[in-house]
């Protein structure tokens, strides 16, 4: 029964060197979180967040420099996970910065425990949503694309063959079904080979 309950925990990594501040998060989180710890490099973020399975990430710092923030960027395109980065002071004013990066939250002196639960709730729906808008991005510029790619090699067919807009379409259309392919992929090989074409 323990084993099952463990795996429907929220698993939280949480880089830091502080023990004093990991120790105290321990301590007021409920049993619903699984925490792991590993130690923080002073200037460079040295660990993948692949390395391990995990929700979340909670960064605890002193402060945080634009070195670590690109490092942390560069780690979040490969891996998206919600981030929340705890931060003492924030000298070199990288918040807005960390936000573009990929940082879910972005927490100055307010390092309060029993506030972490909530936090984590808002900054994982907070990504959710974030990455929603994004699909959904990437899906109409491929949309997009598609069309401008559809619509270039309708142009060819009705120059090269003397067919009005409805009647390339078709034709770009029975090619598809007869290839197995889809009208994008036949119409990207119809204007590859278009200099052929009688």
Do not use: C, W
């Not at 040295?46 to 605890?60: A, G, H, Y």
């Not at 974030?130 to 309708?154: D, G």
């Amino acid at each position: 029964m323990k084993a099952n309950a463990d795996v429907s925990k929220l698993k939280v990594l949480t880089i830091t060197s502080d023990v004093d501040a990991f120790v105290r998060l321990q301590s007021s989180l409920s049993s619903q979180y699984a925490l792991q710890r590993v130690p923080d490099a002073e200037d460079t973020l040295t660990f993948s967040f692949s390395e391990t399975v995990q929700d979340i990430v909670l960064i605890f710092r002193t402060d945080v420099t634009a070195a670590y923030l690109e490092d942390l960027r560069d780690v979040l395109a490969k891996s998206p996970i919600p981030v929340i980065l705890f931060t003492e002071a924030d000298p070199y004013h990288v918040a807005p910065i960390a936000i573009r990066y990929g940082v879910t939250s972005f927490v100055v002196a307010g390092f309060e425990p029993h506030r972490v639960p909530t936090l984590i709730e808002v900054s994982i729906e907070r990504f959710k949503l974030h990455q929603a808008l994004r699909n959904e991005l990437t899906k109409s510029q491929e949309e997009l694309a598609a069309r401008k790619v559809i619509e270039r090699a309708k142009g060819l067919l009705m120059e090269k063959k003397q067919l009005n807009e409805q009647e390339a379409y078709r034709s770009l259309r029975e090619l598809a079904m007869r290839q197995s392919k889809s009208i994008k992929e036949v119409a990207e090989t119809l204007i590859l080979y278009s200099d052929i074409l009688p």
